[in-house]
């Protein structure tokens, strides 16, 4: 195998740190909801990485990218347009093949795992909009079935440019710019997050009880984390440690950046103070902005891009107020808004100044064709994603529920649908004042009989 | 003998507790609370949304006094956890039948 090796080592570091967004989004999100589903919103995190780590190696990765770096063994490809092939191989191939441009070759099961850590995230970020109320058995199932016929395929339109010009997605063959997944994870992941949440309907209490975020820490914990990982998303999706790398790494900074200062400065003229949350919630909607426009802009034209994803962002989240659906954690208001502001933006300010591959945008002398096929590729990913999820949540409402019930819901998601609750509040305990409970399941005596012994 | 209790702010507790000690009171009992008076409670925003929190924090102080040191205890509390501001809190004292130090069995005023 002739593999880059400086390209293969940015990569793996790459999955490495997309990986660590999932976890990061938990924290985000844990921290937004109340104390009594912290636990569950953590979870519907978590639970992604279980599942679709399994999909992709049994088929995800072949469906989504076909033959991808393999062309030379199953030439030729047998991918089409709107999906790749069902190999069944379990990633065996992708483990002897290599994947990339001559020269910048790696092997394909680095590309594999890297490309799965994208599979992984968009899921888990649609859980933000059923916060508090998911059944969560049924969201295991709806995300198996939701990655499985939305994702995979979308992944594959956006992303696999095919093996010599033949198999590629729709849209990656028509010339749609997205560098890291503006349409494939944004604007899917808040398409379907919009679907659902009105499928669910809103929560308990919805504009009536207080739901303030229960631990503002942790969304600051969690906004780090993406950030800090979302360079791997973006700057790895170069597949090469080279300049276009380079580019992406440094847009997404000062893009993400400037959207923190403009979600503030927002805060500070509408309601007189800036807020942690409204730092956290900015930089996320800066990075969710720059994510397919990245490797295409120039670093000042990134700024201004950040200026105004956090600056509508900060007022979309306002929106399901006026409009009555309940988007617990505004998955809406920053990814499904951030995403389709970040793909329409490139029709305007893609450059060829600063990478050779990019179409020029409407202001860099390239008309209006770049910014239609922007505007085609955000309304098709959308109404695919919508579509399917809104079917797919009606159809597992219809038959297995897809809400837990009220009394559970009121009383806490955590305790109800996990056994579990994130934190003690009998301050006693802590002091080893008054015992707070005894086990009593399943090895309780046993146990109990040992830490006698121990003397404990 | 008498029960003060007093709900003051939480960052007022350290020069309460100094002042009590400095006027010779041998123990106290502390514990969080929340509540709220004439200055109601305030409102915080999320994302735009704004909530009103009703409950403010607050430290609960219970001292049990001699009759005769009443005056001179609430007096102290009251100094140490003015600040003049909306929120101060109230000391308030009811009568207490008896006292008794479980480790001696002491009663009355010997236990306080």
New interface residues.
Partial sequence: MDINAGDTAWLLASSALVLLMTPGLAFFYGGLTRAKSTLNMMMMSFITIGIVSILWALYGFTLAFGAAGTASATSPDPSNGLWGHLSWDGLATAATTTFGAQGDQVPTIVFAAFQLMFAIITPALISGSIADRTKFISWSIFATIWTTIVYFPVAHWVFDSGTDGSGGGWLANWGVEDFAGGTAVHINAGAAALALCLVLGKRIGFRKD????HNVPFVLLGAGLLWFGWFGFNAGSALAANNLAGIAFMNTQVATAAALCAWLIV?KI??G?P?S??AA?GAVAGLVAITPACAFLTPLTSILLGLIAGSVC?LA??LK?KLGYDDSL?VIGVHLVGGIIGCLYLGFFSTDEINPAATNGLFFGGGGTLLGKQAVAALSVFAYSFTVAFILGWIITKTIGFRISSDAEVEGIDLNEHSETAYEFD?QSSTGAIPSGQLTGRDGAKDQATSEGDGG | MRLVTAVIKPFKLDEVRAALTAFGVQGLTVSQSSGYGRQRGHTEVYRGAEYTVDLVPKVRLEVLVDDDDLDDVVEVIVRAARTGKIGDGKVWSIPVETVIRVRTGERGQEAL
């Fill in positions: 207080p739901m303030r975020p805060e509408r309601d103070r807020t949350v409204g919630s900060a989240v306002g107020y505004d301050t």
